[in-house]
């Protein structure tokens, strides 16, 4: 399917259908070079069978933290949905806070990244009034 990408992706309907089931809510809003990007990145990956491994105890909790922690959750994730692997990482990271990001996807800086940004100044204190 690759060599074919940039020509349906040229459309902004058909980046948000590409993106839908995954990353982005609102896949139309990234341009039609940065949907080719993302999809380059992804076949590029060499770290696939550890980002998705099953262990269970390949991350230890947390407690105490080294730093605060602050952990932003997609609320459209369909990868990795809030209602299903949120309990566990709660119990991993017990005094980190969670912040659920609004109509966003698996990847909110597709979906919004001006709503990222004002995370991350937020929750670092950086943030201006």
């Not at 992706?9 to 990353?23: Q, Y």
């Not at 269970?56 to 990795?80: G, V």
Request: hydrophobic letters at 40%.
């Amino acid at each position: 399917m690759r060599p074919i990408a940039p020509f349906p992706l040229k459309s902004a309907t058909m980046r948000r259908l590409w993106f839908r089931g995954n990353a982005a809510v609102h896949g139309d809003r990234i341009t039609a070079q940065r949907a080719v990007e993302i999809i380059d990145d992804y076949l590029a990956c060499t770290v696939y069978n550890e980002i998705f491994s099953t262990d269970e105890e390949q991350i230890a909790p947390l407690d105490p933290p080294p730093c605060p922690i602050t952990l932003a959750w997609s609320e459209k994730d369909a990868m990795l949905p809030v209602a299903s692997y949120g309990p566990n990482a709660h119990k991993r990271l017990p005094q980190a806070t969670f912040e659920i990001l609004p109509d966003v996807g698996h990847d909110p800086m597709m979906d919004d990244p001006s709503l990222v940004a004002r995370t991350i100044l937020a929750c670092t204190g950086a943030a201006t009034n």
